[in-house]
């Protein structure tokens, strides 16, 4: 029979008294009969610090680089409207109407800048507030906080409300939000209700412009052309996800949405994709049925594909939780069972 160690009474003692033996962590051994031993914790201090641990400085010290940007900007602003003014005051000494013709051109020039300028900010706004919405939500999935589950899907609410289609899932999202249920569950339910229909429709997108990005590179006679196509194709692609979930990104914006997606594939390894694309066309036997030219163009379909995906990931305003994330392969049977259609007419 096992011997079992008989359970201790609490008790209080002082660490200088005689029967408390202090023993390092490391330390073996049995301590003597009717002895407290005491293991004291390592000081997080004295840690050693991981090897494969970021080591990234913090950003100390004045920004140059944005100020000198910032001053090259203001200069050139202030000799455009110095232009402009002694344009103005010219035309106005060759003649009066002259001089008030330019001067309505510069007014609407103005105006439409101000538009512009404002328009810009609001598609800006609008991406950061869908950013934060997606981090907001990721949080509430690991905290399980009713409360702010509440105000995530209110928000979401908020950002759907000018999308006709999602009436009733609205309707539906808000009878729910004084239930008993729990923050990360309240999530998932916001998920299925609004975003199953606009993720249908972002997998719709996606693989419509695969298809035809696939069918002009392959029958195009020049790379130029193929370059060209591709990336006015990327840039309609990921405009129109966009605004299917709730952005309105403008120039500065889509410049902001194409640097994030970038970035997502890269750290998604998306970049390094090519090997796996290939694997998949083998597979499917492209190799064998296809043209040299033909499967260039079903490759340059995979990649805006994968583009697509990424794009998805961040114009998104919730993480896939509750929903099927679309996969490569999915849309790569989409894309090859059109080009075997083709090949049958």
């Known amino acids: ?14 660490l200088d008294d005689p029967g408390v033996v202090v023993m390092a962590p490391d330390e073996t051994g049995r301590p003597a009969r009717g002895t407290v031993r005491i293991t004291p914790e390592s000081d997080p201090s004295l840690l050693p ?7 990234v400085p913090a950003r100390r010290g004045f920004r140059w680089g944005t100020l000198f940007f910032a001053a090259v ?6 000799g455009t409207g110095l232009g402009i003014l002694n344009l103005v005051e010219d035309l106005f000494a060759r003649s009066e109407s002259l001089g008030f013709l330019g001067l309505a051109f510069a007014a609407a020039a103005t105006l439409a800048l101000t538009v512009v300028i404002a328009r810009e900010a609001f598609g800006l706004a609008r991406l950061a507030t869908i950013e934060k919405l997606h981090l907001r939500a990721a949080e509430v999935l690991l905290s399980d906080d009713r409360a702010a589950s509440r105000a995530v899907v209110a928000d979401l609410v908020k950002l759907a409300h000018q999308n006709p289609q999602l009436a009733r899932a609205r309707a539906a999202l808000q009878n729910h939000t004084d239930d008993i249920i729990d923050g990360a569950d309240m999530i998932k339910l916001a998920e299925r209700e609004l975003m199953s229909p606009l993720d249908q429709e972002a997998r719709r997108l996606v693989s419509t412009a695969a298809q035809r990005v696939s069918v002009v590179t392959a029958v195009s006679p020049r790379a130029l052309i193929d370059v060209l196509f591709v990336l006015v194709a990327s840039l309609r ?3 129109q996800l966009a605004l299917l979930y709730g952005g309105r990104p403008g120039t500065l914006g889509m410049i902001r949405l194409m640097r994030h997606v970038i970035g997502h594939l890269a ?14 066309m083998l597979g499917h036997g492209i190799a064998a049925k296809l043209s040299q030219r033909l ?3 079903v490759l340059n379909g995979l990649l805006t594909a994968r583009l697509g995906l990424a794009a998805i990931d961040v114009t998104r305003p919730l993480p896939f939780t509750a929903l099927p994330r679309p996969a490569l392969a999915d849309l790569a049977k989409d894309l090859l069972r059109k080009r075997d259609d083709e090949e049958t007419l």
């Open 73 to 78: 900007g203001g200069l050139v602003l202030l």
């Open 49 to 55: 610090v991981p090897m494969d641990a970021p080591l």
């Open 237 to 239: 692609m990921i405009r």
């Open 267 to 280: 750290i998604t390894g998306g970049m390094a994709a090519s090997d796996s694309l290939i694997q998949q």
């Open 295 to 297: 499967g260039e163009g």
């Open 1 to 14: 029979m096992s011997e079992k160690t008989p359970h201790r009474r609490p008790a209080t003692f002082k």
